[in-house]
C-alpha cells in the first residue's frame, strides 16, 4: 500500500459535514489516508501535487483548466444541485409565460456549458452579464 496514493484536498466544512467526506467515505467503504484541509480555490492546483484526489464543483472551468477527471459518482451519495428559478406561485399564475420563457434555459444550461460559460468568465475575464447576454443570443433565446 502507497499511502500518498490516498490523500484528498478539500475544504473544512465539506471534511466535517456527514454529507461530505465522512458520507462519502461510509457510502463506499473506505477511508483517504490523509486529509489535507485547504481554501476551496487553493485545492484545483494542488490535485495532482499535494493530493491525488480533490473536492471540486462540476461546473468549474479549472477542472478543465487543470486536465482533472471528475469520478463518478454511481451510488449516488452526492445530491445533484441543480441551477432553478426561485418565484411566488402567485406572480407564476399572474404571468405563466415566465415557465415558457425558461423551460429552454432550463433545457439548455447543462454542466458542460455553464463550465465553458464560468470559464469564460474566471479564466479569460469576461463580464459575467456580457457571456450570459452572449449564450442567449447565440441560442436564439433573445434578440441580439
Known sequence: DNEDQGKVCAA???VNRDDGLPGLEEAYGFEFSDVVELDLNLIYPQVGKKCQFGEVFSTDA???ANDMTVLEDDKDFFVQYQGSMTLRQDTLDEHPEIAEIMDPISEKLTN????ELNGRVDTDGEMPEDVAEEWLEDQGLIGG
Request: aromatic fraction near 10%; hydrophobic fraction near 50%; avoid cysteine.
Open 62 to 64: 479549472r477542472i478543465k
Open 12 to 14: 473544512s466544512e465539506f
Open 112 to 115: 458542460e456549458v455553464m463550465m
